[in-house]
């Protein structure tokens, strides 16, 4: 009888914390991790974002990658100073794809914070993915978690700015990549020419891809939105340089700086494939196929 009760007691304990029910994904661990009430809304310049930043090293650095934190000051307010800290990969040194993606967000207001699940711990989630990923390219790519992007793209414009512009292959920089409904599309937003073999991934992705070239081609499937995307993260510290850049977003989220942008509103199924679809599109960007921005030795 005492065996029955306790197998009723541990189902039922089971069934009211599904996520302890079977191991979940390193993606969804670090992404509950980030976006939650430990970490208050990863506010640049807090020590819940320092937090974040550390997580974020720490991570990198048990997937064999070397690291740096670079700290950077920014202009908070009228009469206060800021001070961020990006944090970077540094086994590339010539040549190298910056993928990117900044882990600040909002932080909180009174007894709420603001999680950012979406925006961006989806894309910082995505980087550290990657980097696990794409581990054999480590010598041909920088990840960069830039902080500071909400107040102004601090982060992106003082890695650019003391970076030697020669060792810069490509950024491809990861914000927003929630799709919330069936019907979102993933953005790859671009000047440059795709190789046919990595925009084959795109065009073969189980979620619905665009290509994208202008504001005009995103916002038209937004419901008219009239939003510059170019300057809408921090790629645009890299193309202000004239420095190549793809930025991939869903663009889509109704609950863009809200207090309800929590992991329970990311789609489990939809963020796996697009994490499978980048692993696929940059393997094969950097692979001997692709002539415009494969590694060369």
Same mark, same amino acid.
């Given at each position: ?49 320092? &937090? ?17 934190? &670079? ?186 700086? &809200? ?20 692993? &696929? ?17």
């Amino acid at each position: 009888m005492k065996t029955l009760i306790f197998l009723a007691t541990a189902l039922i304990w089971l069934a009211a914390n599904p996520a302890m029910a079977t191991s979940s994904p390193q993606w969804h661990r670090d992404l509950t991790y980030l976006s939650s009430e430990d970490l208050a809304g990863r506010k640049a310049g807090s020590n819940s974002g320092a &937090q974040a930043g550390d997580y974020v090293q720490r991570r990198l650095q048990q997937l064999g990658y070397q690291t740096q934190v &670079q700290p950077f000051a920014f202009k908070q307010g009228f009469f206060q100073q800021g001070q961020g800290r990006n944090i970077i990969s540094n086994d590339c040194l010539q040549n190298c794809v910056v993928i990117s993606a900044h882990y600040d967000h909002l932080g909180n207001s009174g007894h709420n914070y603001y999680p950012g699940a979406n925006d961006n711990a989806s894309g910082v989630a995505a980087i550290l993915y990657l980097a696990e990923q794409l581990h054999p390219l480590r010598k041909h790519i920088t990840f960069a978690a830039f902080d500071a992007e909400e107040n102004g793209l601090h982060g992106a414009k003082h890695f650019v700015e003391n970076k030697d512009h020669d060792a810069v292959r490509l950024n491809i920089n990861l914000d927003m990549l929630n799709l919330p409904r069936a019907n979102s599309r993933l953005f790859f937003y671009t000047r440059e020419s795709l190789c046919p073999i990595a925009k084959k991934h795109l065009d073969n992705s189980p979620i619905r891809t665009q290509l994208a070239r202008s504001n005009r081609s995103i916002n038209r499937r937004l419901d008219g939105e009239r939003i510059d995307w170019l300057r809408a993260s921090d790629h645009w510290a890299f193309a202000r340089q004239k420095l190549p850049f793809i930025f991939v977003t869903a663009a889509d989220d109704p609950h863009y700086h &809200q207090t309800s942008d929590t992991i329970s509103q990311i789609h489990d199924e939809r963020y796996a494939q697009t994490l499978q679809l980048l692993t &696929q599109f940059i393997g094969e960007l950097l692979g001997s196929r692709c002539d415009d921005f494969h590694v060369r030795e």
